[in-house]
């Protein structure tokens, strides 16, 4: 398997999350950062019918539209996780998907529960206090005055419906193909997409307010990268399988994101050094905790 391109989807998807974060600090909203989102990813998938064959089969179809369904509900998690903290924080966080990869496969795929991945899932406990940890700025003191609940479990939950996706994927897409698999999957996606502003029809706001000028160019472009990368690493999954192996690859955009964030500033880390090594400590728990559930595999 490619393990190369599971670990470009890793730097794309810090980068992108990058630009979506931009543009929300500067007044876009979560719902339309979603659907921009959301579409580029139907976008990018839409030319694989004409490259990769396909063959009708009705598990194959099911299939592509309940994880066009779980990706659809991951995707609005991130992005209220994104909206909710800092970069640093809530992608490292994604990183638990493969621990939720892990233990799927257990259950739906018929591959056992390792010790080795019930030490993972402990390690996973751990780095996600540390990442969740903000320590008071006017305070030395490393202990927060509060953990940041909303973004941490936004987070989880994002991370749950994206690994539940790739079970999914991994488990369908070759009984249809993935040339008409991928497809059908981000249309279901694109279609689910108006719900998100169902809440909203009562009192509709312009485009303006939805998207203010100065947040389009990250918005559009993280948009972009991330419709991009998330094609991808699908891709990698319907074609080659081995979604937890992608995945220990793919969870190296945590500390991607940790770095360009303490690079680039604009989050927590960039301003206290002690969330940065928090944070970093965290990420690399994360990563060592994934590897370890899957080298037990």
């Not at 790739?166 to 369908?172: A, T």
């Amino acid at each position: 398997m490619p393990l190369a391109l599971p670990l470009l989807a890793s730097l794309l998807y810090a980068v992108g999350s990058w630009g979506l974060k931009l543009g929300l600090r500067r007044g876009a909203r979560p719902g339309i950062v979603t659907a921009l989102s959301n579409l580029a990813m139907a976008g990018w998938s839409a030319p694989l019918v004409f490259f990769f064959p396909g063959h009708p089969n009705a598990s194959g179809f099911w299939g592509a539209i309940l994880a066009g369904t779980a990706l659809f509900v991951g995707r609005t998690c991130a992005i209220r996780a994104l909206s909710h903290g800092d970069l640093s924080h809530a992608t490292p966080l994604l990183g638990t998907k493969t621990v939720f990869v892990a233990v799927l496969t257990s259950f739906f795929l018929e591959d056992p529960i390792t010790p080795g991945l019930m030490a993972g899932a402990v390690l996973t406990s751990l780095a996600i206090t540390l990442l969740s940890i903000t320590p008071t700025p006017s305070a030395k003191s490393w202990w927060p005055g509060k953990f940041d609940r909303a973004t941490t479990l936004w987070a989880l939950l994002a991370a749950f419906f994206f690994a539940l996706t790739d079970i999914i994927v991994q488990k369908f897409a070759r009984l249809l193909g993935v040339g008409w698999f991928q497809p059908l999957m981000f249309s279901t996606l694109a279609l689910l997409t108006p719900l998100l502003f169902l809440p909203k029809l009562s009192r509709p706001n312009s485009l303006h307010t939805l998207l203010p000028p100065p947040s389009r160019p990250g918005i559009l472009a993280g948009s972009a990268v991330i419709g991009f990368q998330t094609s991808l690493v699908i891709l990698v999954i319907g074609i080659f399988g081995h979604a937890t192996a992608t995945n220990v690859v793919y969870a190296a955009r945590g500390l991607w994101a940790v770095l360009l964030e303490g690079a680039a500033g604009g989050g927590a880390a960039a301003n206290d050094r002690r969330i940065l090594i928090l944070r970093l400590t965290g990420a690399a728990l994360l990563l060592a905790a994934v590897a370890l559930a899957v080298g037990s595999l």
